[in-house]
């Protein structure tokens, strides 16, 4: 589910850096690529599991499912957390500079 | 268990390259354009540092979120020796084993990926500038 709610992202935030005119500026593209690198990384943790367990990887409790669609989306609010962090950090409409500037 | 060490390790090689490839394109660029957005290019196509930034922003994203997700699963802890795998020789070997699999597979697929992204944006700029001489 982890996996499964992280490609949703990352195919979300793709549609939106390419329908957006301002990518760029809102630094459209790193959110993309924080969920596309992710998304890569649980692909091949999942590739590992399933050889192992091969289909018994899909039998699991409602409980299991439950706690990992739970770190599912706390993990999509995380990379939420650090693109905003970033955004503030390049501040690249300048809300900064014009709050705190004395011009 | 600690599998996100290893595109750790890429992350920061490649952090490391990529302030060394802005530093050697702005010693041979012009003065940078203030609140330029397009694709910073070069003549033969896109800027290293550019391809780099793509790289480390999968990979620190990638890790970011994993290193995340072992926190949760309680593989992370917040005091020495932060891995609670490292606690017995068996899981040490377990979590070394994991991360020569898993780990270096997660790297090389990322890697891959970006190879493929860089590939394809070479393409289309080949496609355009070609168009635009037409």
């Known amino acids: 589910m982890t996996l499964l709610i992280t490609v949703i992202s990352a195919v979300a935030s793709t549609i939106i850096w390419y329908f957006n005119e301002n990518r760029d500026k809102y630094k459209l593209g790193t959110l993309s690529l924080i969920y596309w690198g992710a998304s890569l990384m649980w692909l091949m943790d999942f590739v590992f599991e399933y050889a192992e367990l091969k289909a018994e990887y899909f039998v699991q409790e409602f409980a299991d499912i439950l706690n990992d669609s739970l770190l599912g989306v706390a993990v999509v609010t995380l990379g939420l957390v650090v693109w905003v962090v970033i955004l503030l950090f390049k501040d690249p409409k300048d809300v900064f500079k014009k709050k705190f500037s004395n011009k | 268990m600690a599998c996100f060490v290893v595109p750790t390790a890429e992350a920061v090689v490649v952090t490391v390259a990529y302030f060394a490839a802005k530093k050697a394109e702005k010693k041979i660029t012009a003065p940078e354009h203030s609140g330029e957005t397009r694709l910073e290019l070069n003549e033969a196509g896109i800027t290293w540092s550019k391809r780099l930034s793509w790289l480390m922003g999968l990979l620190w994203g990638g890790v970011i979120l994993l290193a ?63 168009a635009d001489k037409a």
């Open chain 2, 68 to 130: 995340f997700e072992h926190f949760w699963h309680g593989e992370i802890v917040p005091f020495p020796p932060f891995l609670s795998a490292m606690s017995s020789p068996e899981d040490t070997a377990e979590m070394l084993h994991e991360m020569a699999t898993v780990g270096v597979s997660m790297a090389l697929t990322v890697t891959a990926v970006w190879g493929l992204i860089c590939a394809f944006a070479q393409l289309k700029i080949k496609k355009i500038k070609a």
